[in-house]
Every structure is written in structure tokens, then in C-alpha cells.
């Protein structure tokens, strides 16, 4: 198929090097003229994993970038729509949707023939039949379900993983305002075998998006609420519990051979510093604004915000029963980005972490894998020490606190084992053995 993208970010770029990789011809649009001139030169303006292999073995074959949305609509018979959906501070903020729709809705007025648009960003429910299809039909003088179709394919890749988690979906849901359009979406992904494809209307695919990720939020904060009153009961690891949990047969599968198979739901049931990133802590909070806007108030998400706020206040604490005043205390952050694999900072929990060992006269080296030069931009004029090491952050450290599940912070028992003297390692991911450094401090713990 012949298809636009519009948005260039992680999931635009992501949907349109994969598509392509597929066999689509894929035009993508972004307002963002050095992104758009990167891509062209098979440089993916964001860290992911395998994704630069592909851009590069699909740019100018079946994959270009551009700033001209009207030539890119002209020539596809898809657009997808992967701009941004931040959240303003009181709701979701739709502007950049509305300004997409508005671009495609001038650009169907000259075109010949059906197209279908769909929403891949994240967007609230009824935001697609309510806000977009109105400023498609209002800007083309066309009508819905008649010379064009509208949709809804929300988007569920997991940053770090993206290229893996879109080549192979868990489920590929497709809402519709009908038949055709729901029929053009699945059509986009025909070479994607063994899926599962859920169709439904515009509302629920919507609605779907958001009930996965505040699921995943709940149970992360569920973790952190028992992890800190484990923390004060004293006695009581977070970890040993969890384990006890998830080894319940809800959580673990014995299979005929012996084994057990226990699912990647289980990642979300520890305690931790909290949940970051570009889409839990946004999502949930327009989500609790949009329930609160039509009267049905969110107690239980109100909860799991206020948990997440608090979070990484106690990684903090943690470091601060070991020293009268950080005034002067090297502290090493490890891990920046929001997760693993990815050099995404938005929202991450090193931001606030850092803030405030700042506040208190620490000194900070710091080290990210790939995110060290984001977190350069965001603490310009700090002075902070930037390192290209795990070895080098480390070096004659005070406090050592781990913020990032990176596989290579696995290394450090061996790394401190002759540090004198030892460091508090402050573990704000249970990653660690606790046992394996002299003074450890983890969340979930006392
Ligand atoms: P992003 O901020 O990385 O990218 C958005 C891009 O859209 C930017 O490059 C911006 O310049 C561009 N843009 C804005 N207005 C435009 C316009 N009118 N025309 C063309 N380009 C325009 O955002 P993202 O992280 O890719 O997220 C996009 C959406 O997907 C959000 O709704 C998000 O919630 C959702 N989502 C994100 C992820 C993720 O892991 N990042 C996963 C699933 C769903
Ligand atoms: C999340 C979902 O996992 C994806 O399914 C979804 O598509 C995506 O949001 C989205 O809508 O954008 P993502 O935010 O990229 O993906 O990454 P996660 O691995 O879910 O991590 C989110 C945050 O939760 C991170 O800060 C992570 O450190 C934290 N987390 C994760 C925990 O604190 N504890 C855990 O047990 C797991």
C-alpha cells in the first residue's frame, strides 16, 4: 500500500521504517525540517535499537521524509497520525492532532479518490469521532464514510524495544466508523502472520490504549505502596514478597515438561523509584482528567500518581541516612533515560533525583549508555560530570545510586569491590544483589 505518516517521533518514524521494511511504499511528514533532512540521510534523529539498519536499507527505496504533507496525502491512500498528545498540565493537550487533522482535511479538498485516516497516537476516548473527523470534513468539504474513512490503531511498542515490539505485535487493535475503514488498517498489516487483529469502533481502540497502560501504571505503584510499607516495618524485603507472589499460579505456569513459564507481567509487580517516560505518567494523567471532566472521578489512578510523585523522593532519603549534609558528597548517578535501550529522558525519574541532589550541594558525576548527551541539554549549566563509563561515574564515589535497569549496572560488585571506602549503593530498581556490596540501601527494604 501507498501510506503517510504524520509525526516522525518514536512511533512515527518506528511505524514508517517497519511498514516500509514490509513492503509498503511509506512517505513520512514532519514539520521538523532537520529531522526530516536526518531521515533522508538514513540517520534516525532517536536512539532504537535496529532501527538504524532498517532506515537505512529502506530510505530512498520505499521509504522518503518530507515537510510537504499536501504532496505526501496526494500520493498514499493511508495516513497514519503519530504526532504527540502531551498532557498541558490540566488535559490532554490535542493540539498537534487538531493541526495534523486540519493539514490532512486541506490536503483530501484537491485529492481524487477514497483515503483513510487513522490515529495511531494515543488520544482520549472520543477524541477520533469528535475532534478529528469534524476537522477533516469541515477542511476537505468532503464527507465520512463516504470519500474518506476514519480509524483508530493505537500504538503499543514499549520504547527500547520498538522496532521488535512492531515487526511482532502482541495484538494489533483497529477501530473504525466502518467496514472499509477498518478493512484498509488490516490491509496495512497482512505480512504481519500469527497476530491477533481486534476490531472494534473508534471509542474502545481508544479506550483499549488506556486501559493497558494505566494497568501497567497501577501495578507499579501497587509495588511501591507495599514496598515502602515493607521498608518500615522492618524485617520485610519488597523483593521476597514479590517473589512470593509472582510464583502463585496466577503469575507462573507450570508446563508439562517441567519448567515454569512466568510472563513479563511479573516486571511490573516490584518496587522500584517509580514510572517514567512519555506515556505512563502522561496517559494516566489524562485519563483521571478526562474522567473528572465528565463527573466520574478516578480515585484509585488518582492514587497511583501521587504514589509514582512520592517515589523518588524515598531514593533520596535513602542516600541521605548516610550523610549529615550532601554538601560536597559524590554522588554517582547510574542510568538517566527512563528505561533501558533508549535515550529518552521525558519524565524520567533521574530528572527530579538529580534536581535535588543538586539542591542539597552534591556533587554528581553522571552515566547513561546512550543517554548522556540528552541529559547534557536538560542540566546545561549545571555542573555536573558527564561520563563514558560505568568505571569512570563510579570512581571514588560516595553514594552510587541506580536509576536505570541497564543489564551492564550488573557489573558493579565487581567494579566497587575494592573501592575504600565502600560507597552506599542506593538500588532504586532492586536490580542488585544486596549482599554483594557493604552498605546497601534498596526501596522495598529497611
Ligand atoms: P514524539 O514527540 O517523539 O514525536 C512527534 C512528532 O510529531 C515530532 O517529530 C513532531 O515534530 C511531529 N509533529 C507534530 N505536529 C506535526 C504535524 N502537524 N505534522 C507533522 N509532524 C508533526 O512523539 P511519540 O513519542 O512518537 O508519540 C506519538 C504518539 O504516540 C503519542 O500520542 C504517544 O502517546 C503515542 N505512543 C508513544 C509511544 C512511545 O513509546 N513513545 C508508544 C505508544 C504510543
Ligand atoms: C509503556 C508500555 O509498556 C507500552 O506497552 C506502551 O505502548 C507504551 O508505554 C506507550 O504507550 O508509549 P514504555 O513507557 O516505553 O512503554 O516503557 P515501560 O517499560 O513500560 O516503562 C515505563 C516506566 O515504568 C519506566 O520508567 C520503567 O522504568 C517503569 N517501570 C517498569 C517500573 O518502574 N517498574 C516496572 O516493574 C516496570
Known sequence: ???????TGYVGLVTSVCLAERGHRVVCVDVDQAKVEQINRGLPPIYERGLEELLRRNIGVRLEATTDIHNAIGQTELSLIAVGTPFDGRRIDLTYIKSAAEQIGTALRTKAGYHLVAVKSTVVPGTTDHVVLPLLETMSGKKAGVDFGVGMNPEFLTEGEAVEDFMHPDRIVIGGIDKVSQDLQAALYEDFPDVQIIRTNNKTAEMIKYASNALLATLISFSNELG???AALGGVDIV?????????????MRLPNGDCYTPLITSFLGAGCGFGGSCLPKDVKALVAHGGQIDVPMHLLNAVLQINERQTVRVL?????????LHRVQVAILGLAFRPDTNDMRESPAIPIIQSLLQEGASIRAYDPVANPEAENIFSGTEIRFCGSLREAVEGAQAVVLITRWEEFKQLPDLLADATPQPVVVDGRRMLDKHAFARYEGIGLS
Do not use: A, Q
Open 228 to 230: 515502602n510499607l515493607c
Open 1 to 7: 500500500m501507498n501510506v503517510s505518516v504524520i509525526g
Open 240 to 252: 521476597d514478597v514479590m517473589t512470593g507472589v509472582h510464583s502463585s499460579r496466577y503469575f507462573t
Open 317 to 325: 532519603d535513602l542516600v541521605k541516612k548516610h550523610f549529615p549534609s
